[in-house]
């Protein structure tokens, strides 16, 4: 049996004629930059994600950068991020002339809510929680001490479509959020899209112009902005798609609970859930003390498997200047070493799980 890390094309295959004649018709119409079929999907995922307004883009960088640039953020402002993320949450910091403050995970992988204001200075501007993985960092505790600090709060949902904390959707807790479409993210284009969400009106105007050259309106450029803008043909393929993610979303947690029954070994932690929470399985990260063994195992078993991410952000060479120690995010180094992410998409049959769990049973077994 083959078990592939994501299997995109499964998907398209349950939708190819919607997605088909969604892709025809842009063509038809040569609706190719922003236009109707970008105005329908903001209004769509603006119903979806629960903010007022939706600024779509062309990706989950670009968004986070114009977040924070129509905030005013820039030079010599400092930015909190958490330890382990994607590159671009920290990298947008830095794109705007600021500069990523990191804070250590706790043991869901997200930002720790007790570390955060030791990091904050005078220069701090701004709180990047990322609901990493798919489970939503403690957005009631950010809040709090971003009003006592009066920081701005940007959420980095780029892996956590649809999840939420006790009923409110994460997302809806800070200024603004951040929403990638890459993919293989839990709602994905068949290119690269982004969006910025948000309930503040005036921030949602000037995200709009500074992603469109600085227009409102043709040929009125009040700011030198910039051009990042969503395809016509991406926008009506995340439309045709938006009306399943609420059951792909089912699937992932179905999955995952089959895993958590199936996964029964002494040898391996699966992921920890926070009680009302609601993960929405971007990815099932498990660990191991024995990752690298484990994971050439269940690749010679034709298992596809990952890790998210093999280093730290404080650690990578871009930031080596800023000579951290591991003693500085002994979490986040911990997880780097123990962290493998295993198949985790709607698509993936019972079948498919168990002969997962048979190998890394089969591993620890015969080691
Ligand atoms: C994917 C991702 C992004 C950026 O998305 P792109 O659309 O690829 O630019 C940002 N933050 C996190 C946590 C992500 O996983």
């Not at 929405?280 to 994971?295: C, G, K, P």
Request: with cysteine.
């Amino acid at each position: 049996m083959q078990v592939p890390f994501v299997d995109l094309s499964a998907q398209y295959h349950s939708i190819k004629n919607d997605i088909d004649k969604a892709i025809a018709k842009v063509i038809e119409e040569t609706a190719f930059i922003s236009g109707k079929y970008a105005t329908a999907f903001e209004k769509e995922f603006a119903q979806f994600c629960g903010n007022a307004h939706v600024i779509a883009c062309a990706n989950g960088t670009d968004s986070l950068e114009i977040l924070m640039q129509a905030m005013g953020i820039g030079r010599g402002d400092e930015v909190i991020v958490p330890a382990i993320s994607w590159i671009s949450t920290s990298e947008a910091v830095s794109a705007v002339g600021a500069i990523p403050v990191f804070v250590d995970v706790d043991e869901f992988f997200l930002i720790n809510v007790d570390l955060i204001e030791e990091k904050i200075t005078p220069k701090t501007k701004a709180i990047i929680p990322v609901h990493l993985y798919g489970q939503p960092a403690d957005m009631p505790e950010i809040m709090q001490i971003a009003k006592k600090h009066h920081l701005k709060v940007i959420e980095d949902c780029a892996q956590s479509h649809g999840s939420a904390i006790n009923g409110k959707l994460a997302g809806t807790f800070g200024d603004a959020a951040s929403y990638s479409f890459y993919p293989g993210k839990n709602l994905g284009a068949y290119g690269d899209a982004g969006a910025m969400a948000t309930n503040d009106e005036a921030l949602a105007q000037k995200t709009r112009m500074i992603a469109n050259h600085g227009q409102l309106k043709k040929h009125e450029h009040i700011i030198e902005g910039r051009n990042s803008r969503m395809d016509g043909l991406q926008a009506a393929i995340l439309s045709t798609k938006l009306p399943h993610l609420n059951h792909w979303t089912d699937k992932r947690i179905e999955n995952a609970a089959y895993y958590s029954e199936v996964l029964n070994s002494e040898m391996i932690e699966i992921p920890l859930l926070k009680p009302g929470y609601k993960h929405v399985y971007h990815l099932f990260v498990i660990q191991s003390a024995e990752r690298d063994l484990l994971m050439q195992h269940l690749e010679s078993q034709g298992i596809g498997v990952a890790i998210h991410y093999p280093c730290p952000l404080p650690f990578l060479a871009c930031y080596k200047d800023r000579a951290y120690k591991t003693e500085d995010f002994p979490m986040a180094d911990h997880f780097s070493k123990t962290i493998l992410s295993i198949p985790m998409y709607p698509e993936l049959s019972k079948a498919q799980m168990d002969y997962v769990a048979e190998a890394i049973h089969s591993f620890f077994s015969y080691h």
